[in-house]
């Protein structure tokens, strides 16, 4: 069975910073592009930041030079690090594990609110 948990959201200033992290299991982690995505209420779920195997990322513009992907094949976890953070980046953030020819698996969700 596989899982992904999330763990680290949570309430927090304007310009302070969180680090999320999702723990794999079930799945040959290392051989998955792992992502985070967002989704504030009432907006479409987007993609913030991803990972690819070989450890490659990519970052949404608007969480360019702030936030920072990670993962640790040996813990199969991957990690978010956001700093500076602002009030738009309030969301429930979602894990992603997603591989070709596969079906993608998602996280139940953590809870960011950046608020003063």
């Known amino acids: 069975q596989v899982q992904l948990v999330e763990s680290g959201g949570g309430l927090v200033q304007p310009g302070g910073s969180l680090r999320l992290s999702c723990a794999a299991s079930?799945?040959?982690?290392?051989?998955?592009?792992m992502a985070w995505y967002r989704q504030a209420p009432g907006k479409q779920r987007e993609l913030v930041a991803q990972v690819s195997s070989d450890v490659s990322t990519t970052y949404a513009d608007s969480v360019k030079g702030r936030f920072t992907i990670s993962r640790d094949n040996a813990k199969n976890t991957v990690y978010l690090q956001m700093n500076s953070l602002k009030p738009e980046d309030t969301a429930v953030y979602y894990c992603?594990?997603?591989?070709?020819?596969?079906?993608?698996?998602w996280g139940q969700g953590t809870q960011v609110t950046v608020s003063s």
């Open positions: 992603n594990a997603a591989r070709p020819l596969s079906v993608p698996y």
């Open positions: 079930g799945i040959i982690f290392s051989l998955y592009r």
